[in-house]
């Protein structure tokens, strides 16, 4: 195996090595298949490790498509169209541990990290795992360091590691999107990224 910053580089992931052997060895991605696993899953989900937020600036068809379940006419998505704040309470409210959607809980426990860590109760697991409070929690999955770590973490929850060991791309895949959603260019950073990392 050939983690180095060069090869990080030539992968095009901006994050610091160093960084990243400390919290691979943390949550045991040990081997080349983990560690292919979950950076092309990373890279897939944050836009090649730039995005550390969940995008909800969308439009009305867009919600529409996205979240039927939530938007039962265009009429009633354009009350909610590139409000990102309205769209994640009512979407995420009265769930994972949000209130509803009254509370803007849903804004406040949106997707952060590298994967989407997404919910009050997710959150709170998740500060509890790094012993920080709650705050210090949303605040820190918006550094490289905490974006990699919540993932992390998240993956460790979810037994990714198993599924890496079986060179499973699309359960793996279905684990962390709810579907298969970008499943081949998941599958072709695997495939790159072992080459280059072998």
């Given amino acids: 195996m050939n983690l180095t910053q060069e090869n ?21 991605i040990s081997t080349l298949n983990r560690i292919c696993g979950f950076l092309a899953q990373c890279a897939h989900e944050s836009g090649n490790f730039k995005f550390k937020e969940e995008n909800l600036n969308y439009s009305a068809k867009a919600l529409l498509a996205v979240f039927p ?40 426990y949106r997707g952060r990290g590298f994967i989407q860590l997404t ?3 997710n959150y709170e697991n998740f500060a509890k795992s790094i012993g ?11 550094s490289d360091e905490g974006a990699l770590e919540s993932a992390l973490y998240f993956w460790k929850k979810e037994n990714l590691n198993e599924l890496c060991d079986k060179d499973d791309i699309k359960t793996m895949t279905k684990k962390i999107n709810g579907g298969f959603n970008g499943l ?3 599958e072709s950073k695997y495939k790159k990224f072992k080459e280059i990392f072998a």
């Fill in 69 to 108: 379940k939530y938007f039962e006419s265009i009429d009633k998505a354009k009350e909610y169209e590139r409000k990102p704040e309205k769209i994640a309470s009512k979407i995420y409210a009265n769930r994972m541990g949000n209130a509803d959607e009254a509370s803007k809980e849903g804004y406040k």
């Fill in 184 to 186: 081949e260019d998941r």
């Fill in 119 to 121: 919910g009050k109760n």
């Fill in 132 to 142: 920080k409070s709650l705050d210090e929690a949303l605040e820190y999955c918006l």
């Fill in 8 to 28: 990080l580089n030539k992968a095009g992931i901006n994050l610091n090595l160093n960084t990243l052997l400390s919290l691979f060895e943390k949550y045991e």
